[in-house]
């Protein structure tokens, strides 16, 4: 199944893995990991998933992450619960990014697509890595989903573009 | 398939020597191991580091290391796995305990290898050292291949999604392994610590 569309349903059964803020910032140590029942606490929030092939890599530093924290209010303002980003990266690793990002709370959520399982069961992977994209569910429907298919680019899944969708 | 299909393959297979047929048919496991240029053998005293060249990587995708071919080079250094980079044992115990420890600075290179890539160990190393002293490097083993050929790998398939190293602390001098503290639960911090192998601190 070749990713979502606006109007389907979001999957039941989606769990990502991830380590939950502490409030601070010091990336040597680590809560442990919990998993997020993403079907479940999708069904009563509208969610931003931003998918990035990988934590620490350059445009998923320089300009996807960045275009979201710069937009958070924007995000708000159109109703939008939670930010969630995802990698196949490990959740420690993931944990450590949202950190060196500046975040401690919970305003943007970084999880692992543990072996890649939510990805892989859309068909948005290339390799061992998730394809760059963002899904809108709101209230357990997809409103939005779209894949930036050129290197580098995040116009179908920067902030902005999302944005324009709400 | 159709009869003529059927005897054209039958011929070209017929024209193979038979040995090779036969060892290729009994044994299909080795002959994909012959394809490995280091068979996968628990690495132990004596032994140098797997001659891999263009398997281990520094900061980026492109710079390969050969750390075996490094190693021979150097007059001592230490090998370090770890389980996943940023974890709170690796980042907390494991490698500082080396990077404080008084007797460190006898050895050439403390070498840090884990199952990440090299974005992610790259931006680990400057959090665990952000002076960036040059003794020590952060190596990422993205496809597991050099860790597996030390047979120092184990399945954390359930935490991580792949294959991960185990937590070791590996003397090597002149290239050739001189100590290996493995951990015996693969993630645990005792005897891989630096206090138990390099002594208190």
Known sequence: MPGLKAGDSFPEGVKFTYVAPTGQLDLTTCGLPIKYDASEEFKNKKVVIVAVPGAFTPTCQEQHVTSYLANLDNLKAKGVDQVVFIASNDHFVMAAWGKANGVKDDSILFMSDTGLAFSKSIGWTKGDRTLRYAIVVDHGKVVYADTDDVPKSIGKSGAEAVLSKL | ?201
């Open chain 2, 1 to 201: 398939m159709s009869f003529r299909t059927a005897a054209i393959l039958a011929t070209r297979v017929s024209r193979q020597p038979l040995a090779s047929k036969l060892v290729a048919a009994r044994t299909p496991a080795a002959a994909q191991r012959a394809f490995h240029a280091t068979p996968a053998a628990f690495i132990k005293v004596g032994d140098p580091l797997p001659g891999l060249e263009d398997v281990l990587m520094e900061n980026s995708p492109g710079n390969k290391v050969n750390l075996a071919q490094e190693a021979q080079a150097l007059n001592k250094m230490i090998l370090l796995g770890v389980p996943a980079a940023f974890s709170p044992a690796c980042s907390a115990k494991h490698i500082p305990g080396f990077i404080n420890h008084p007797r460190t600075k006898e050895f050439d290179l403390v070498a840090v290898v884990s199952v990440n890539d090299p974005f992610v160990m790259k931006a680990w190393g400057e959090v665990l050292d952000p002076a960036g002293d040059h003794n020590i490097r952060f190596l990422a083993d993205p496809s597991g291949r050099f860790t597996k050929a030390m047979d120092m790998d184990f399945d954390g398939s359930s935490i991580f999604g792949n294959h991960r190293s185990k937590r070791y602390s590996i003397l090597i001098e002149n290239g050739k392994v001189t100590s290996v503290n493995v951990e015996p639960d693969n993630t645990g911090t005792s005897v891989s610590m630096a206090e138990n192998v390099l002594g208190p601190a």
